[in-house]
């Protein structure tokens, strides 16, 4: 599964900001580039946000959107992809008054553009903004107000970094884990470099399409 990414969701017992009821988090999977995208909504004021939606299956989030009664907000990306192409911009068509959103150093295009400690509100809840430059300029890493969970696209995988085929069906990690268990992360910074030198993997299948769609960042118009 070259490009293959598993986003990790970091999260403690409690996943409240303060008082009222915890925030709605639903995880879904497009098998074909192994995109996990995230909804993420306030239960009281029914705003919602989705992390790293993909074009197939776009129809089925803004679906499960409207069967949860949650108005989207936004369409955020981590960063900009090379396995898929994001599905912002249908998203915008299917749910009017979306918003497509990517950091500015990612130098797509957006609705709104994004840097290291924006927020990004929905009802309760918000995202943090913190830059995790590596895998690609733009990578960011999206951690929920109340710290108890952290969505880092492709710049950290469980087990792994960046681009990595090892990951073993985990979907969910903590930090502790990382910092101590990821092969790639206990390395000293030399040998960090030698590893992701040498890596030596075939480039994602569907670079060439969607790198050039990702840098429109869901702006451009979705295909009829």
């Known amino acids: ?29 497009e098998p ?19 992390i790293d ?16 009664g949650l108005r989207l907000l936004y369409a955020v990306n981590t960063h900009c992809h090379a396995d898929h192409i994001t599905g912002s911009g249908l998203l915008r068509s299917l749910l009017p008054g979306c918003q497509s959103v990517i950091s500015r150093l990612s130098g797509a295009q957006a609705d709104l553009h994004i840097e290291d400690g924006d927020s990004i509100r929905f ?35 469980i087990r792994g970094c960046g681009r990595t085929d090892f990951q073993q069906g985990l979907t969910v990690s903590t930090v502790e884990e990382e910092r101590t268990l990821n092969p790639r992360l206990t390395l000293s910074c030399e040998e960090f470099v030698k590893v ?18 990702n840098m429109r960042c869901g702006v451009q118009t979705p295909p009829s």
């Open 1 to 29: 599964m070259a490009g293959a990414a598993l986003k990790v969701a970091w999260r403690q017992l409690s996943q409240r900001s303060g008082s009222g009821a915890p925030v709605l988090l639903r995880q879904m999977f």
């Open 53 to 68: 939606p993909v074009l197939e299956t776009a129809p089925r989030d803004a679906q499960l959107v409207k069967e949860l």
């Open 32 to 50: 074909k580039s192994c995109t996990y995208t995230y909804l993420l909504g306030d239960r009281e004021s029914r705003e919602a946000i989705l």
């Open 123 to 157: 009802g309760r809840f918000a995202l943090e903004t913190r830059a995790s430059p590596g895998h690609t300029p733009g990578c960011v890493t999206f951690v929920l107000n109340d710290h108890s969970m952290a969505f880092t696209g492709d710049a950290l995988l």
């Open 196 to 213: 992701m030198d040498n890596l030596n993997l075939p480039k994602p299948l569907q670079i060439d399409i969607a790198v050039p769609a």
